[in-house]
């Protein structure tokens, strides 16, 4: 026969059990819900476990991942970062035609396929979308420093993780696109800092910072899940 105290201690055990399940869960919808907005990732309009790096193209290697970076060789120097869907762009440029490229990754590994939009850009700089290039190039008139994006988009027509050769530029061409990222599927952007020259554009070269000139350039992206099948 049980006494009423092993009866009474394996009740304890049965509510403790229980009780640490419950604690369990809770613990683990809480730790997936920040997991996407812990540095390096990225979150909007739903959670998404995003994994996103953001580079300087300092080589010349011919392709990473399905991009051709041959050419992209940056002149200048830079740094990138990523915080909630928000690819924030630094350069410092020593003279009028060096250039910053950054390779932006970012990879579903999310159990939901999403696409992304584009929310906005933004600058520190005196820089606005200009002349024939419509929303594509934004530039500074007075001093000839510019940036640019571009998104290499993934072709949703493909089984898995297909990928178009060419690059889609532009405020209202990425933001109509459509661009979906399928499950485990890795997205890429190259994001592009420039000090036009002067001539080129008409303009009297402006003299040149003893400290160089710097450039802030913000892409900031929309995640939002895409239509079920």
């Not at 027509?157 to 599927?185: E, F």
């Amino acid at each position: 026969m049980y006494d009423r105290g092993d009866l009474m201690t394996k009740s304890n055990k049965i509510l403790l059990g229980a009780f640490s399940l419950i604690v369990a869960l809770m613990m683990g919808y809480a730790l997936f819900s920040e997991s996407v907005t812990v540095s390096g990732t990225s979150t909007a309009k739903g959670h998404f476990l995003i994994t996103s790096t953001c580079d300087v193209i300092n080589n010349d290697s011919t392709y990473v991942g399905y991009v051709n970076v041959s050419g992209f060789k940056s002149s200048g120097t830079g740094s990138c970062k990523i915080e909630n869907g928000v690819v924030k762009t630094t350069s410092t440029l020593s003279k009028p035609t060096e250039k910053v490229n950054f390779l932006v990754k970012i990879h579903n590994e999310d159990s939901n396929n999403f696409n992304i939009n584009l929310k906005k850009v933004t600058s520190s700089n005196n820089m606005t979308p200009t002349g024939a290039s419509g929303d594509i190039l934004y530039i500074d008139m007075n001093t000839g420093l510019s940036a640019w994006y571009r998104v290499y988009k993934l072709d949703s027509t493909q089984t898995y993780c297909g990928h178009t050769t060419s690059s889609i530029r532009g405020d209202s061409n990425v933001s109509s696109a459509g661009i979906l990222v399928k499950n485990d599927c890795v997205l890429y952007m190259i994001i592009t800092h420039s000090w036009e020259d002067a001539a080129q554009l008409g303009l009297a070269q402006p003299a040149v910072p003893a400290n160089g000139a710097t450039i802030n350039y913000n892409v900031e992206l929309q995640f939002e899940q895409a239509p079920m099948n």
